[in-house]
């Protein structure tokens, strides 16, 4: 299956710690990436390859997998991290794959 | 640096054909290592893949948008286009253009909102 699975949304408190997963074949094969969209605005990378940030985005963003099972972690949420959280990884046909996005709220 | 536009129609009338070009600049659309996509995300939805291609014309289509999308490249240009037939409703949409590289993943095009309506 070339499917990627995300809990629909989840909630963290101002400063706390939380995990966003994503599930799915293709991961085990590839590495995934996570995406931030925030209303009106395209998606931005967050964390790609095994857990690397690109310029810009702070330190408590960061990644991991393990066998089918990727997972974002935001240590210590800002409430300017709300938003939607999409996971992505090819599949061994070439085709892209999306996650049906984690919905984020900083309480 | 890497930037990718959209450009395009902002409206289509149903059974019409959407035409939309991506133009690339930062990276030569011709190097081997990346594949070029289209994703689009209807409003309030989810993002869903519609096709991706590399610079030698190799395609690959969403299986259920399949024979209604046909993507091409052009290296001199530096451009790659989408064509998407028999448009209806259910195709309005947010339609972005994205490079995808194996390692670092996706870099987007800012978008481009295409409304299906008469």
């Known amino acids: 299956s070339s499917e990627l699975t995300q809990d629909p949304a989840v909630s963290v408190a101002l400063g706390q710690t939380v995990r966003i997963t994503c599930q799915g074949d293709s991961l085990r094969s590839y590495y995934g990436s996570w995406y931030q969209q925030k209303p009106g605005q395209a998606p931005v990378a967050v964390i790609y390859?095994?857990?690397s940030r690109p310029s810009g985005i702070p330190d408590r963003f960061s990644g991991s997998k393990s066998g089918n099972t990727a997972a974002l972690i935001i240590g210590g949420a800002q409430a300017e991290d709300e938003a939607d959280y999409y996971c992505y990884c090819r599949d061994g046909n070439g085709h892209w794959v999306f996650g049906g996005g984690t919905k984020l709220t900083v309480l | 640096q890497l930037q990718l536009q959209e450009s395009g129609p902002g409206l289509v009338r149903p059974s019409e054909t959407l035409s939309l070009t991506c133009t690339v600049s930062g990276v030569s659309i011709g190097s081997s290592d990346y594949s070029w996509g289209w994703v689009r995300q209807p409003p309030g939805k989810g993002l869903e893949w519609i096709g991706s291609i590399y610079y030698n014309g190799v395609t690959y289509y969403s299986a259920s948008l399949k024979g209604r999308v046909t993507m091409s490249v052009d290296t001199s240009r530096n451009h790659f286009s989408l064509q998407f037939t028999s448009m209806t409703a259910a195709d309005t949409a947010v339609y972005y253009c994205a490079r995808g590289d194996i390692f670092t993943g996706l870099v987007w095009g800012q978008g481009t909102l295409v409304t299906v309506s008469s």
């Open positions: 390859g095994r857990n």
